[in-house]
């Protein structure tokens, strides 16, 4: 099995993995999937867990969905690599567009599995993924593989407003989509209200939105927040 080491006197060590999802019941589901081949040893119900974890525990494997609360997949994969956390990266996501998976794997993530294909492909890409070799849902994989051919560089901000926003402003971003106040915001970013609502109009400003209405429903479109 890729990743397995032999301990002395021959018994095997499973690969170490860390499930991420909002909801319990996907991550029972996730569970009972990998759990006879993998030792699960922990779960995370939002990315900033998923973080937390991860450096405590440094798993061979992360298993995570995008669309998370107080911070979604894509912003904790980067917040992980900035932190040196070296573990396998899975999606496991509703997202079905090219756009998120292109994110995805620009970022090293090596596992791309749709939520409706999970059942039978999620095994699959985990051992990929040990393997250090690339998986993407089959339904997708071309057109994936076509934008990446096409265009194997980030788009230029010019043309992406999204991609003028700092790390910062994304974070700031979806927390205020999720109608969290600035106090909140500043006790979860560790700054203070003030300079959260700093980056607050300095990310409408990119965007060119006025009203937190909008903030919301750019964070629904770019799949940050689900619809109410």
Sequence with gaps: MPGAELLQGGSVTKPRLLLADDHRLVREGIRGLLEPDYEIVAE?????????????LQ???????IGMPSLNGLEAVRKLRKRGIEA???FVTMHAGVDFAVQALRLGVLGYVLKIDASEELGRAVKEALAGRLYISPSI????????????????ADGEPWLKLTGREREVLQLVAEGRKMAEIGDILHISARTVERHKYSMMDKLKLRTTASLTQYAITRGLISPP
């Design 88 to 90: 396998k990266i899975v």
């Design 44 to 56: 995370a119900g939002d990315g900033r867990e998923l973080i937390q974890a991860a450096i405590k």
């Design 59 to 65: 798993p061979d494997v992360i298993v995570a969905d």
């Design 141 to 156: 994989a071309k057109d994936v593989m076509t934008t990446l051919m096409v265009s194997p560089k980030p788009d230029s």
